[in-house]
C-alpha cells in the first residue's frame, strides 16, 4: 500500500510554472512528482556538520593523535 500523501498548495510566479509545466512534459512525469523530487533533492543536500562534512578526510593526515597525550604540549597552559 502506497504512502497517503498530503495536498499542499502554493503559489508560483506565471514564469516558473509554466517552466513546470513545459518539465513535466519533457520528463512525461507529473508536476506534483517533480515538485517532490526538486524539494527532496533540497532536503538532502542540507547543510551538514562540521563532523560529517570532514569526515572523509578523517585519518588522512600524518601527525600526532592527540597533542594532550604528551605533557611537552601542555607545559604552561593555563598559566
Not at 5 to 28: G, H, I, W, Y
Not at 36 to 42: C, K, V
Request: aromatic residues 2%.
Amino acid at each position: 500500500m502506497a504512502n497517503p500523501m498530503r495536498t499542499v498548495s502554493f503559489k508560483l510566479p506565471e514564469q516558473l510554472d509554466n517552466e513546470l509545466t513545459a518539465l513535466a512534459k519533457q520528463r512525461r512525469s507529473s508536476r506534483s512528482a517533480l515538485v517532490r523530487e526538486a524539494l527532496q533533492t533540497l532536503s538532502a543536500s542540507r547543510r551538514r556538520s562540521v563532523t560529517a562534512a570532514v569526515d572523509q578526510l578523517i585519518g588522512t593526515v600524518d601527525g600526532p593523535q592527540d597533542l594532550s597525550t604528551n605533557l611537552r604540549h601542555t607545559r604552561g597552559y593555563g598559566k
